[in-house]
């Protein structure tokens, strides 16, 4: 399941970059833990998203999560709003857009199909944009690993999950590549996580309208509220803060590897939380679009010998 990750460092992924002056040291355990546990963080936030969603529905759960990361982020950073430019202005709200809309898309898809086989689908989108970055032609071979992988997910055409649950998850991977690449704008021109405040601002904006009119008045209740306020946490905030201690000590390269393990973790928390099993040849899947992101990082990789660049032009 996506969330926000530093702008400086680009985008969670499979194609990131470690801030300036990152230390390049590797095989560190705490660094590793703290990617790991902000990975299990997201998965069991979007499954307790899952369990929400009966009382506030998909937008409105979106919405809180949204709203309350926000508001946490922008008490954090106290973003300054002087001194920029609309150019500056207008990435930073197209970030928001782009935010907005992989959210709402992926939990509409979770609302439909399983968490693991969502996240699976939309992992394609960061994928794609990593593959057609590399142009390089091993990059054929990562292709027809990730197009196996949806063949065998879908059991060859898709024909036991709900299609608009499959379409919503792919629209939640094309938003996702969008946010990578507007992340890393937002990075280049705001200091700090300020773009990232200011831009989950902007989706909470877009989206709150939304939630109200599917929602209204059960937003407001209290127990609705606090869970949406723990998704929130736990989908948003907690996992942004780990990261962004991991991204200090961690090579980008490293990084952008175990964010390709997040449609195994939604599996496992799908299966934990929601007791939504998967048979084997699911779980092969997984597997093979997991190897076709892992192998499109380890190539950027190489090819540069450098931690993964910025995708952004």
């Not at 390089?136 to 649950?165: C, H, M, Q």
């Amino acid at each position: 399941m996506p969330r926000p990750a530093s702008p400086s460092s680009s985008a969670p992924a499979p194609a990131v970059s470690a801030p300036a002056g990152t230390p390049r040291r590797g095989g560190s355990l705490g660094p590793v833990g703290l990617v790991l546990a902000g990975g299990v963080s997201v998965q069991f936030g979007g499954a307790l998203a899952v369990t929400l969603m009966p009382r506030a529905g998909a937008l409105g759960v979106v919405s809180l999560r949204l709203f309350v990361a926000a508001v946490v982020l922008l008490l954090v950073c106290r973003p300054r709003l002087r001194g920029h430019s609309r150019a500056d202005w207008a990435t930073v709200v197209v970030f928001g857009i782009a935010m907005a809309a992989m959210n709402g898309l992926f939990y509409q898809s979770i609302a439909r199909i399983p968490l693991g086989t969502a996240v699976t689908l939309e992992v394609l989108g960061p994928l794609a944009l990593s593959v057609l970055a590399s142009r390089r032609a091993i990059n054929v071979v990562w292709a027809a690993l990730a197009l196996a992988g949806v063949f065998l997910l879908g059991g060859g055409g898709f024909s036991g999950l709900d299609p608009v649950g499959v379409a919503f998850a792919l629209g939640a991977g094309a938003m996702w590549a969008a946010y990578i690449v507007f992340s890393a704008r937002t990075g280049r021109r705001f200091p700090q996580a300020d773009g990232l405040a200011l831009a989950m601002a902007v989706g909470a904006l877009l989206f709150l309208p939304l939630g109200i009119a599917e929602s209204g008045a059960k937003l407001a209740d209290p127990v609705t509220f606090g869970l949406g306020a723990g998704v929130a946490m736990l989908s948003s905030v907690l996992p942004y803060t780990l990261e962004l201690l991991a991204l200090r000590r961690l090579p980008a390269s490293t990084f952008a590897i175990l964010m390709s393990l997040e449609p195994a973790l939604a599996a496992t928390a799908g299966f934990l939380v929601l007791h939504q099993s998967m048979s084997a040849a699911e779980a092969l899947a997984i597997a093979l679009v997991i190897a076709a992101s892992m192998g499109a990082v380890r190539t950027q990789v190489g090819r540069r010998r450098t931690p993964v660049p910025d995708l952004a032009p």
